[in-house]
């Protein structure tokens, strides 16, 4: 069984900057896409930024410019570096992998909080 393990959330004030990590563990055959996804009280879950094996990265257009997404294939590890944090930030932000065959895992998320 795969799991996805988060960790980096937290509070800030607006213009500050967090970075989140997710490491996949378990017996791991192969991790294609990965990324993160968020979700505020009240809303529906949106995608944040996505990244495939070879690197080209995905984008909402709310965090084009302020969040950056990477990931680290041998430890089968993503992170999302956020800057410039603005209180429309505030979510659980949470960690997907898809693994083609195998389906979808996803994390168990992580707050962020950003304060005006």
């Known amino acids: 069984q795969v799991q996805l393990v988060e960790s980096g959330g937290g509070l800030v004030q607006a213009g500050g900057s967090l970075r989140l990590s997710c490491v996949a563990r378990?017996?791991?055959?192969?991790?294609?896409?990965m990324g993160w996804y968020r979700q505020a009280p009240g809303k529906q879950r949106e995608l944040v930024a996505t990244?495939?094996?070879?690197?080209?990265?995905n984008y909402a257009e709310s965090v084009k410019g302020r969040f950056t997404i990477s990931r680290d294939n041998a430890r089968y590890a993503v992170y999302l570096q956020m800057d410039n944090l603005i209180p429309e930030d505030t979510a659980v932000y949470y960690c997907?992998?898809?693994?083609?065959?195998?389906?979808?895992?996803w994390g168990q998320g992580t707050q962020v909080t950003v304060s005006s």
């Open positions: 378990g017996i791991i055959v192969s991790i294609y896409d």
């Open positions: 990244i495939d094996e070879g690197g080209p990265a």
């Open positions: 997907k992998a898809d693994r083609g065959y195998y389906g979808t895992t």
